[in-house]
């Protein structure tokens, strides 16, 4: 077997990470009537040691990311999906979320690939942009409503035929792994998991709730 070197590993996701990647054509912010004029604000005091804060703003259909870190683009449990260009990985700007809400993701995508060693690679599409706001049409597809503050994720069902790519129809879906990330998603703190109407995905009824649109994904919210 062959070793694999972690530290050549990270240097080399490093460097296929761009330092300052940013959406296309980002909104310009119109500056609140009600904010303060603009004053020195100093440097933030961040040591090495100490992660930088990272908070949700508002509400996930109206809200702002603080502080967000992007999603890795894949990992031994999962792959990122781009719902626009339909391929792996999903683009850099499209998977900011809270260091909670990533690590969260994180930590239930290895829960299921150690219930699941050989089912494939679970594809999570979109989260927020990196500071976070509107997600809508502009950039690419249908666009989000919510998925603005850094606490909503898109993760694609499992397929049937084991394909590593987006399912198109409610039959593609493998729903006994489906259910089983639905349930994964409410053990790790998830508010709501949004499920597809044509699926019989289960959970209590306020939290798991069919919405048009996601026989292909659910859509995960974590609280703060
Ligand atoms: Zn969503």
Redesign the pocket.
Known sequence: MPIVNLAALAAAVAAAVPAQQEPPAAPVEPVAPQEAPAQPIPAPQISPRQPARSRAIGLPFRGRLAGGVPFPPQGPAFATWDPVLKRSPNRLWRRYATVRTVARILALLETYQQAHPTAPRVLVG?LSLPRGGPFGRRYGGLG?A??QNGL???VYYPRLDRLETAPRRAEQVDQVLAQDLVDLFLQAGAEKV?VGPNLELEGPREKVIPLVYHDD?L?ARFGR
Request: proline share 0%; aromatic share 10%.
């Open positions: 979109d989000h919510s998925h909503d994720v898109d949004f994904h859509h």
